[in-house]
């Protein structure tokens, strides 16, 4: 259907490149997340935390390019597409939603026929809509064996929705600031490295670790305000 990439990204957009990832990802905008809308506004909670908020994803045409892909989620090509670009880069791990989530049962749909398009590629789904995920299997939805879903935490150093996962047959992950991390990323300058403990079904719980970061303009501010002090003791 696609004889090019240009072809297919004119319905899908670009691929996205986290710099942590080993491949490929598929951002939308963190402000259209269903769930995460309202977990922001809870103290503690991961969404608001997030990093998609901040940063490079906050650059005019970082969101210009995710408002694209969001935009693009109903349309009827948009399978044929993904499956082409995804199954170009030729990369076998891929990651849906460094930022954003699944937006219905529709989507997940979509992202399972992907999987089932590329059985070659191992796919990872962290997601908070447990909702979606769960009226999807119900009803006898397929999660196909390349596809990993993991339900993620919705408050920071709160437990993950463990008894949801086993009785649906998925994966969970959470995040803390103390305790104990079996995602080496924290170790490695934030980067997976040789890891792909999140894309494999037989680790069932991943626990990340959360570093609180300073805002860039804060450390300038700090920084500035430290040397002209400094200055100031010297004339003394």
């Not at 004889?3 to 691929?15: C, D, H, P």
Request: aromatic residues 12%; glycine residues 8%; hydrophobic residues 40%.
């Amino acid at each position: 259907m696609f004889k090019n990439k240009k072809q297919a990204e004119a319905i899908v957009g670009t691929l996205s490149k986290p710099s942590k990832m080993p491949g490929y990802a598929y951002s939308t905008p963190a402000k259209r997340c269903l769930i995460g809308q309202k977990m922001r506004k809870v103290v503690g909670s991961m969404c608001a935390f997030c990093y998609a908020l901040k940063g490079r994803y906050v650059f005019k045409n970082v969101q210009e390019a995710m408002e694209k892909r969001f935009a693009s989620l109903t349309n009827d090509l948009w399978v044929e597409a993904m499956t082409y670009l995804i199954g170009k880069v030729k990369n076998p791990h891929f990651r849906w939603h460094d930022s954003g989530d699944i937006q219905g049962i529709w989507h997940l749909e979509k992202i399972v026929q992907v999987a089932k398009n590329l059985p070659q590629v191992s796919f990872w789904l962290p997601t908070r809509e447990y909702a979606f995920v769960s009226e999807y299997i119900e009803k006898g939805g397929e999660v196909p064996s390349n596809l990993t879903i993991r339900l993620s935490a919705l408050m920071m150093d709160g437990p993950a929705p463990v008894g949801i996962a086993q009785r649906l047959g998925l994966c969970v992950s959470g995040a803390s600031k103390l305790g104990n991390f079996n995602c080496p990323s924290s170790k490695q300058g934030n980067k997976c490295g040789d890891c792909r403990k999140c894309w494999d079904k037989n680790e069932f719980a991943i626990n990340y670790k959360k570093t609180l970061r300073c805002h860039p303009m804060l450390i300038t501010i700090c920084f500035v305000i430290f040397t002209f002090m400094f200055i100031k003791g010297l004339e003394k």
